[in-house]
């Protein structure tokens, strides 16, 4: 599509804007070769290799495997999108467990400590603090939320914001590897991979 010389003027003119695509790694080379060569009806990995490659770049935070925006294919009618981890509403699903071990440890705290020797609140919480810790971590991994991860990003149908729960929540079973909802916008249904975070609406029914 280009020579040389304006290969050369739009990498440097990438480069002064800042782009975080300009330069790329062996292993991002091999996905957009791959990319390239799966468009082409010449896939040069196969579908366990290709998803392990980006499960790697995923977890290296490469912008190269992140498909933030929802792309639609014309000859099979499937739209997908890269979900991305979503961290804060993971870490908050250990609050219940260190607010009631927290006031536990408090009120223990009261009880047993404050007539030897009296010791400010916030003190006595961060004595506290790693007990705390690993006991919110063992109670809602073990007992609450099992093998809990979250999930977030647009419908890959209508873009409208989506959030995934993979896990067992008190003993129920819920999703494992892979999820299968539907959009609350446009109720379009949908399947989120666990380990790829790829998400792609259903083959349409001709």
Partial sequence: MLNDEEFDLLKEDLSWNGSNVVQMNRKEAK??????????????????????????????????????????????????????EDKFRTNLLYAPAGVILSLVWLGIGFEVIEPIIRLNPVILALIGAPFIVSGSKFITENFLFQNNFVVYGPCPSCQAANRVYFGDILFVEGFKDIASVKCPSCKEEFTVQRNTLRASTLPKNN
């Fill in 31 to 84: 996905y957009l070769a791959a990319v390239q060569a799966y468009s082409k009806g010449e896939p040069s990995l196969s579908d366990s290799e290709f998803d392990a490659l980006k499960k790697e770049l995923l977890d290296e935070g490469s912008a190269f495997a992140t498909q933030t925006e929802p792309k639609c294919y014309i000859d099979t009618g499937i739209c997908k999108v890269t979900m991305q």
